[in-house]
């Protein structure tokens, strides 16, 4: 129940400062390749080189849900894909 409540009270507090300049990196592995950038309300992926083309050809859905965005890589990787939020 309570990992339920952490969940929401994140998501909740995602939503509410959409308009808020963020920033995650993108890593699988012990390797960064990409970021994830939102900033006025806009969301946009960016790729490093020699990122997985599974992973930079992604044309899914950019809404602000990060965990579901990290599944979506996942299942397109066949590996786990994590999000981390930075300082901005």
């Known amino acids: 129940m309570l990992a ?7 998501r909740a507090a995602r939503l509410l400062a959409a308009h808020e300049p963020a920033l ?3 890593t699988t592995g012990h390797r960064v390749v ?3 950038a939102c900033e006025a309300g806009h969301w946009r992926l960016a790729w490093f080189a020699g ?3 599974r992973l930079s050809n992604y044309a899914g859905t950019l809404d602000g849900d990060v965990e579901a965005l990290a599944a979506a890589l996942s299942v397109r990787l066949g590996a786990p894909v994590e999000l981390h939020s930075l300082s901005v």
Do not use: R
């Not at 339920?4 to 994140?10: D, E, G, R, T, V």
């Open 24 to 26: 995650w990196s993108i």
């Open 4 to 10: 339920l409540a952490n969940h929401l009270a994140s």
């Open 51 to 53: 990122a997985d083309p």
């Open 34 to 36: 990409g970021s994830l």
